[in-house]
């Protein structure tokens, strides 16, 4: 199972959740989500994160990413 690189390309610029956020017009929380695999994007909010980061969306969020499922308690 392949989840999204958004938390590598954010470690490699030294970003934090609330800077993409505010790069991306995005809530935090939302981003956070994303970046942990708790959510997928739409198409609108994946192409406006790989705009930020500059890079294409694929690279972000690449083909068979997934999203983790939280454990029912």
């Not at 590598?8 to 695999?37: I, Y």
Request: aromatic share 4%; hydrophobic share 45%.
């Amino acid at each position: 199972m392949r989840t999204n690189d958004l938390s590598r390309f954010l470690a490699a610029r030294g970003w934090t959740d609330g800077q993409l956020a505010a790069r991306t017009a995005l809530d935090r929380a939302h981003v956070n989500q994303l970046k942990n695999g708790r959510a997928l994007p739409t198409v609108a909010t994946a192409l406006v994160i790989a705009e930020a980061l500059g890079v294409t969306v694929d690279a972000v969020f690449p083909p068979g990413s997934v999203v983790r499922r939280r454990r029912m308690r």
